[in-house]
């Protein structure tokens, strides 16, 4: 049971460099979520999508885009990295809607330096 | 908006103390909430959860109790051990479906 997989687990940049993070889960949820996690913030949503082509900002989404061209796959993307997007990323998907069956899955996290 | 206070650490206990980790919300509507643990190099693990006034979830000997009223979803354990050493985070899930965490508060568990 893979559950949620991101790709890379590390990695460096430098300034300015672009990369994409990966997020695939293999539970047919339709939501799925990036975080980053930066110490003493604890995490803070950076983009979301209900379902497969849709996507929407949560509280951090500058200078970051993301793509959910299938509905298993989440792709995270930063078009001119800096230093202060140094962080650990961390993707999570969800069953639609409240209730018991809503809990989120989080992946391992993916550690990005940007030197 | 939605938002979720919880105490900040880190909190240093003996092993076999009683730990406690506040946690308050606000939120529209009537939210799930949930509480999830972080060890050391990992990714988060739902650790419990509750989705309606007065349920209470437990796991792992921890325990929370949904309260309206207060707007709170306290964490408690009787008698932690070593490996509860870990990053504690309280979240709620509202309308709109996003998942709000608090700031986390870092256990250490000493033997």
């Known amino acids: 049971n893979a559950g949620v997989t991101q790709t890379p687990k590390f990695r460096v940049l430098k300034t300015g460099q672009s990369m994409t993070l990966l997020c695939a889960q293999d539970?047919?949820?339709?939501?799925m979520y990036w975080y980053r996690q930066d110490p003493g913030m604890g995490l803070r949503l950076i983009h979301y999508?209900?379902?497969?082509?849709?996507?929407a900002k949560g509280e951090v989404p500058d200078g970051y885009n993301v793509s959910r061209l299938k509905k298993q796959n989440f792709l995270l993307g930063l078009e001119s990295a800096a230093p202060s997007q140094t962080s650990v990323y961390f993707c999570?998907?969800?069953?639609?809607?409240?209730?018991?069956?809503?809990?989120?899955?989080f992946g391992q996290g993916t550690r990005l330096t940007v030197v | 908006g939605d938002s979720v206070t919880q105490m900040e650490g880190p909190v240093t206990l003996s092993e076999e103390a009683f730990l406690t980790i506040n946690c308050t919300y606000t939120?529209?509507?009537?939210?799930?909430l949930f509480w999830y643990v972080q060890y050391p190099g990992e990714g988060l693990q739902l650790l419990l959860k509750a989705t309606k006034a007065d349920d209470k979830g437990s796991n792992k000997g921890f325990e929370a109790t949904y309260r309206k009223e207060t707007t709170s979803f306290h964490l408690e354990k009787g008698s932690v051990q070593v490996s509860d050493s870990a990053v504690y985070f309280c979240?709620?899930?509202?309308?709109?479906?996003?998942?709000?965490f608090g700031g986390g508060t870092r256990v250490l568990v000493k033997p």
């Open positions: 999570a998907s969800s069953y639609r809607g409240q209730g018991a069956n809503t809990e989120a899955f």
């Open positions: 939120a529209t509507g009537y939210p799930s």
């Open positions: 979240a709620l899930k509202a309308a709109g479906n996003k998942l709000t």
């Open positions: 999508s209900v379902g497969e082509g849709t996507t």
């Open positions: 539970m047919n949820h339709e939501y």
